[in-house]
């Protein structure tokens, strides 16, 4: 089997591997590429003047970039020789006329992958105004329903608290953002809810939309022939979710994230669940 010699390096500590070819592109050339982005994306936000609280803003920046260079697009004359002298080659930042060649190369994503991520960024923007929230989702892995509990009464995000109780134990709860936004002024009167509620909310409607399926299937099969790119793409991703699936009784945060667009929460107690899809389903508490 074909080995290739590898150089690691650690401040003034520098060692060399011996790997297969295998290895080399399993683990290590994998490795090197995500820690050369990580070093562009420090880089270049440091040169744009990004700071850490603007960092969700250059992240969609950052895939904008990304999936441009990805598409089948090339702009010419990016430089220009500045002297035939020296032929000394600058940036062109507008001294030159500059061309977009449709087609010039083969595109590394599907073109129609590109729009639906186009028209996502755009949707979740329109979320972040209409729901008065500037991060769409962080922290998934410890927090997986960040900003996808909304307020039916103001219309805002709700936060995650911690309550502690006498015994020390902490409870984790969530609350309307504009319930006490200004301190010691009680804003928004919707009630609060348990975050072992919110789980059994989304289990119990994803359950109901698989038990749906067959009523579901119709509509899915009719957007999967629309116009519309980004429900052509949720229609077909629901159908090939639910096909073989079984009903669930813990968090799958992959899924989750993949299929919820937010749980709206009534002060009547109403729970209203809405899937990616469009799909909503009812819930009324006790």
């Known amino acids: 089997m074909a080995k290739r010699k590898i150089r690691i390096r650690s401040g003034e500590l520098e060692a060399w591997l011996e790997v297969t070819e295998e290895e080399y592109q399993k683990y290590y050339r994998p490795w090197w590429q995500q820690k050369k982005r990580e070093q562009r994306n420090r880089e270049a936000m440091g040169e744009q003047g990004y700071k850490e609280e603007s960092y969700e803003e250059w992240k969609e920046n950052d895939m904008r970039t990304e999936l441009f260079s990805e598409s089948m697009e090339e702009l010419l004359q990016k430089s220009y020789t500045a002297g035939f002298l020296t032929k000394k080659r600058v940036m062109n930042e507008g001294e030159i ?43 998934t892995e410890q927090n997986p329903f960040a900003a996808k509990i909304i307020c039916g009464e103001c219309g805002k995000v709700f936060h995650r608290k911690g309550w502690q109780s006498s015994t020390g134990k902490t409870r984790r709860i969530w609350q309307c953002s504009e319930r006490y936004k200004v301190k010691g002024v009680l ?8 975050e072992d509620t919110v789980r059994k909310i989304y289990f119990m409607a994803w359950n109901k939309l698989l038990e749906c399926r067959d009523a579901l299937l119709p509509e899915w099969e009719e957007k999967a022939q629309g116009a519309d790119l980004l429900a052509r793409f949720r229609a077909v991703d629901f159908m090939e979710l639910t096909e073989h699936a079984q009903p669930i009784q813990e968090l799958d945060a992959d899924l ?4 919820l667009d937010h749980i709206k929460v009534y002060e009547s107690g109403v729970m209203v669940t809405v899937f990616l899809d469009g799909t909503e389903i009812e819930y009324k508490a006790e």
């Open 256 to 259: 989750m994230l993949r299929t």
């Open 97 to 139: 006329q500059q061309f977009y060649i449709e087609d010039d190369h083969e595109a590394i994503i599907e073109p129609w992958i590109w729009e639906c991520v186009q028209l996502e960024m755009e949707r979740r923007k329109r979320y972040l105004e209409e729901y008065g929230t500037n991060s769409f989702s962080h922290n």
């Open 187 to 194: 804003g928004c009167s919707n009630r609060h809810i348990d």
